[in-house]
């Protein structure tokens, strides 16, 4: 940065609108008007906060509708990230979505994306770089939290390491977002328990929508109950 850029002060511009602009006011507001116009009656009481989080990240008052949330995702989540589990992301997007000063233990965020194995392995088994990352997991997963908002490729492919023996995570927050495999992703991680009986507490969005904005939202709520 020049000298001349270092010590340039700027000034507001003339207001010329009417609209919030008091941080604090937006973000109580925010979070009054989402109560306003979402139904949340089907949410259970324990995961209300998630869902106005994950709300609040997509903007849709109407994403209650295809929330599925495991009934025990937030109690077993929470006391994970207390103990000091580590969170493991799909993409840098999710992991710098996460606010540091929500957790709990200061717990390491992993996106291992840029690991140098990771061209290689894709290559090698004809797969994406996000889900050929996520098998880099393996040494981290054991209690993680786990978060996917971008690949539905990682979520499948985290379902067939667990499913070959691969360590348990305590939590998988699953919304990847997209048109191919996202949906089908998603039913995959709801039907793990009925159909191979391996209970994992999880929450999830039925359909296309997902992203890392609305998964880093849920691991936020996950991570502290303060709003």
């Keep these: 940065m020049s000298t001349t850029a270092r010590h340039w002060q700027p000034t507001r511009p003339s207001r010329r ?52 949330i495991h009934p025990d995702l937030v109690p077993v989540a929470r006391a994970a990230l207390d103990e000091g589990a580590p969170i493991l992301c799909d993409a840098f997007m999710v992991a710098t979505g996460i606010t540091a000063s929500r957790l709990p233990a200061g717990n390491t965020v992993h996106c291992l994306l840029r690991d140098e194995r990771v061209p290689d392995l894709a290559r090698h088994w004809a797969t994406t770089r996000t889900a050929a990352a996520v098998s880099l997991w393996e040494p981290y997963l054991d209690g993680a939290v786990v978060a996917i908002g971008n690949a539905p490729t990682a979520l499948f492919h985290l379902l067939e390491m667990i499913l070959d023996g691969a360590p348990c995570p305590s939590a998988i927050v699953g919304c990847p977002v997209g048109f191919i495999g996202a949906k089908e992703s998603k039913e995959a991680l709801i039907a793990l328990a009925a159909r191979y009986d391996v209970d994992i507490p999880y929450v999830t969005i039925r359909g296309r929508r997902g992203g890392s904005a609305i998964t880093s939202s849920a691991v936020n709520a996950l991570a502290s109950e303060a709003e």
């Design 17 to 68: 609108y009417e609209y919030l602009d008091n941080g604090a006011a937006i973000y109580a507001e925010s979070f009054a008007t989402i109560r306003r116009d979402s139904d949340l009656s089907t949410i259970p009481p324990a995961a209300e906060k998630l869902a106005v989080r994950m709300i609040h990240g997509s903007g849709q008052p109407d994403l209650v509708d295809d929330l599925v």
